[in-house]
C-alpha cells in the first residue's frame, strides 16, 4: 500500500473558517491522519483537555475569535507540553513568524493552503521538536543552536 494511508498521528485544527476546516479534513484524513477540529478556543481545549486521545500536532491559525493564536498555544501547550504547534495564516506579518518560529514552534503554513504543501508541513511539524524539549537544556553534549 501506498505511502500515508497507515499513519497514526492525530492532528487538531484550529480555524474560525469552516471551509477551511473540511478542506484541511479531508487533505489529512485522505492521508491517514486522525483529525480533531474546533473553529473556537473553548472546543479546541475542551479536546485538549480530553487526556484519552493522544494529538501529535496542533494546526493553529494565527487568529482564533476571542484569542491570539499564541494564547491558544500556550493554554494547549499547559496540559499538553509535548504537542507541536504549526501555524497557518492567510495574514503575513513577518514579525510574527520571526518572533514565533524562533521560539521554538513546529513552523508556519501561508494560507491559501495548497494540498502538497499541507502535507509536507504536516509531516515536518510532527517530526520536529517540541517547544518543551527546544527551551530545556540539553541532556547530551552539543547544546547548538542557543542563541538569543
Not at 505511502?3 to 492532528?11: D, L, M, R
Not at 473556537?40 to 485538549?48: C, G, I, K, S, Y
Not at 517530526?127 to 552539543?142: H, I, K
Given at each position: ?32 491522519y486522525r483529525v480533531l ?46 504537542i507541536r504547534v504549526l ?49 530545556q537544556p540539553a541532556l ?9
Amino acid at each position: 500500500m501506498n505511502a500515508p494511508s497507515e499513519t497514526k498521528e492525530t492532528v487538531l485544527i484550529v480555524d474560525d473558517d469552516p471551509a477551511v476546516l473540511i478542506l484541511i479534513q479531508t487533505v489529512l484524513t485522505a492521508a491517514g491522519y486522525r483529525v480533531l477540529s474546533a473553529t473556537q478556543r473553548a472546543d479546541a481545549v475542551r479536546l485538549a483537555l480530553q487526556k484519552h486521545i493522544h494529538i501529535d500536532l496542533a494546526l493553529l491559525d494565527v487568529r482564533v475569535p476571542g484569542v491570539s493564536g499564541t494564547e491558544l498555544a500556550d493554554e494547549i501547550l499547559s496540559v499538553r507540553p509535548n504537542i507541536r504547534v504549526l501555524w497557518m495564516s492567510g495574514f503575513v506579518d513577518d514579525e510574527f513568524i520571526r518572533i514565533k518560529l524562533l521560539d521554538g514552534y513546529a513552523g508556519f503554513l501561508p494560507k491559501p493552503l495548497r494540498r502538497d504543501g499541507l502535507l509536507t508541513a504536516v509531516q515536518q511539524a510532527i517530526g520536529a521538536a517540541t517547544v518543551r524539549e527546544r527551551s530545556q537544556p540539553a541532556l547530551s553534549a552539543g547544546a547548538a543552536g542557543h542563541s538569543a
